[in-house]
């Protein structure tokens, strides 16, 4: 129930701001669709935990300013490599293992690694990540472990 | 004197971001194959995308406009990852093999060296 009611306001905020127009007619239009996308959602069963992680939603964005930080990093130091040319980049492939338990856990995980410029997941078998990288210090600071372990507690957290 | 400082943010956000999606694309012509060209491409998806959509909201700061720019961003930034990792496992399922410095790899292939 409480995942129908808070893709339902989910809905609600999303057609006020991207409509701008608050006359009856709009606004009831509004209604409509909400219901029948609720409604065609509920019928694919897809209105779970597993697509609204709400117990994530407040404790993820400790998480995001700690990601925004690298992800300009990374970006710097890519940026540098592009203008170096490519003598100075070092691609890697390694397989690194993911300590997450939930498979909500995991796709933070590789998305993030991913989301960092720089490092890409390949695949993803069981606990363990295929990633490629620029540059093979990238490998080294991903091995060392520090967002894994900051995706670890972010899963324990929800 | 507001105004003028909101410019000046917005113009250094835009400039930043052009320079930016300028470098990503110099990085997918001069980096050497398919996977570095990925990364090059990483810059203008994450950095250069969210420098410029800032700027642009610096630009006009109706809540209307702001909000859609703000979707626009968490969008950019839920979808990119995806589609790289997906192009990135059809690359490595259709066989081609990164040039690599060190072979690392765990799989047993023989991959190129640089």
């Known amino acids: ?158 | 004197m507001m105004d003028m400082v909101i410019g000046i943010g917005s113009a250094l956000c835009l400039l930043l971001g052009s320079f930016l999606c300028l470098s990503g694309g110099i990085g997918i012509i001069r980096f050497p194959d398919f996977y570095t060209r990925m990364h090059a491409a990483g810059v203008s998806d994450t950095l250069a995308a969210s420098m410029i959509l800032i700027g642009l909201m610096l630009q006009n700061p109706e809540m209307i406009v702001m909000m859609k720019l703000v979707m626009i961003l968490l969008m950019t930034l839920f979808i990119s990852p995806t589609a790289s990792h997906a192009i990135a496992k059809a690359a490595m399922n259709s066989g081609l093999q990164p040039l690599l410095v060190q072979a690392e790899t765990k799989t047993g292939d023989k991959s190129s060296h640089l």
């Open chain 1, 1 to 158: 129930m409480r995942y129908t009611i808070s893709l339902s306001l989910g809905l609600v905020v999303f057609w006020l701001l991207n409509s701008g127009y608050y006359t009856p007619l709009i606004l009831s239009l509004g209604a409509v669709s909400i219901v029948v996308v609720v409604y065609i959602v509920h019928r694919m069963n897809v209105v779970d935990h597993e697509s609204q992680p709400l117990d994530l939603s407040g404790k993820i964005l400790v998480y995001y300013v700690w990601l925004i930080k690298e992800i300009i990093l990374a970006n710097i130091s890519v940026v540098k490599k592009i203008w170096l040319g490519k003598g100075s980049i070092s691609p890697t492939l390694a397989t690194i293992t993911a300590s997450q338990k939930t498979d909500m856990g995991k796709v933070i995980y590789a998305n993030s690694i991913t989301l960092t410029p720089g490092t890409v997941t390949i695949s993803i078998d069981a606990d363990r990540l295929i990633v490629h990288a620029l540059i093979s210090e990238n490998i080294q600071s991903l091995k060392a472990g520090e967002m894994d372990r900051r995706v670890s507690k972010l899963e324990k957290l929800c």
